[in-house]
């Protein structure tokens, strides 16, 4: 597809006329050009009629409006969705994550390790979560310069830090109750899934020896402790079975006490995602 033209407009700002050789119609749509004003992307066939084209944007005002309506109010509500400002607070069970104000003109780090002691089944039982709070000026900029990429990065670090320090004492209790044997255990930043489990096989003159390691996303810390206790057992579950046969969901439901089903369908709500954990804040 080529930009063919860059058209000036008065109420959209431009037109950009792209031209693709499967077209077979006009179609339109928004484009952030950077400007106040959003723009419109209009898509022709190979050979078009720019006043054909231009009658059309005309006879479609209305309707394009609306559209870039629309589109202007999605974005001003996934922006706000995720901004981080005095309002951004996350509290699961494990880790509570806020900004205050505070008296110094710094931006000051206040941290708190969990309190965590363990019930008759050995299963870890979270008596006060772990405190990461961003203590910064009154008068504070949210929005000055990086400030939202260098918080969002702050946040990640903090979480990684305290995944660290929790799950994998929890993963590593499950394993060694299941008579597992792990090879590596890393805490990634990975936004596409909860965890992994791969293997490699070492071999010696004697024997072949095959080594488990597991991958869990730092996100996995903020699910509720029973979700985490999901992600855990299906990792551990791969050193069995290495893909999801009905042999694996079988292990997996039996070690989840036949709720597998009904805690995935609950994970289903969550994304590897920081901003997917922000507490909604309620209007005074």
């Known amino acids: 597809m080529l930009c063919d033209k860059i058209i000036e407009d008065r109420e959209f700002g431009h037109l950009y006329i792209i031209v693709n050789a499967r077209a077979v119609r006009y179609t339109f749509r928004p484009a952030n050009d950077g400007t106040e004003k959003i723009g419109v992307r209009v898509t022709v066939p190979s ?104 918080f969002e990065r702050a946040i990640i670090e903090g979480v990684r830090l305290h995944a660290k ?20 255990v890393k805490i990634n930043s990975s936004k596409g899934r909860w965890g992994s489990c791969s293997l490699r096989k070492k071999r010696t003159l004697l024997k072949t020896q095959i080594l488990h390691n597991i991958n869990l996303s730092l996100f996995t810390l903020l699910l509720p402790m029973h979700l985490q206790k999901l992600i855990l057992l299906h990792e551990l579950t791969h050193t069995f079975y290495m893909d999801h046969s009905p042999a694996f969901h079988a292990k997996l439901d039996a070690w989840l006490g ?26 005074k």
């Open 165 to 184: 320090i929790q799950l994998l004492p929890r993963l590593l209790a499950y394993a060694n109750r299941n008579g597992i044997q792990l090879n590596e």
């Open 47 to 150: 050979r078009y009629d720019l006043k054909d084209v231009l009658q059309s944007v005309e006879r479609m005002r209305p309707q394009l409006n609306a559209m870039l309506q629309k589109s202007q109010a999605s974005k001003s509500e996934a922006k706000k969705q995720t901004h981080i400002d005095w309002d951004f607070r996350i509290e699961s069970d494990c880790l509570h994550i806020s900004f205050v104000k505070g008296t110094s003109q710094k931006v000051l780090f206040h941290k708190e390790a969990a309190q965590i002691d363990r019930n008759e089944q050995g299963e870890d039982i979270v008596l006060k979560p772990a405190v990461l709070q961003f203590v910064c000026p009154p008068d504070f900029d949210f929005d000055k310069g990086d400030r939202q990429a260098m």
């Open 258 to 283: 036949g709720k597998e089903a009904e805690l995935e369908k609950e994970l289903k709500k969550y994304k590897t995602t920081i901003f997917s954990f922000v507490k909604d804040v309620k209007p």
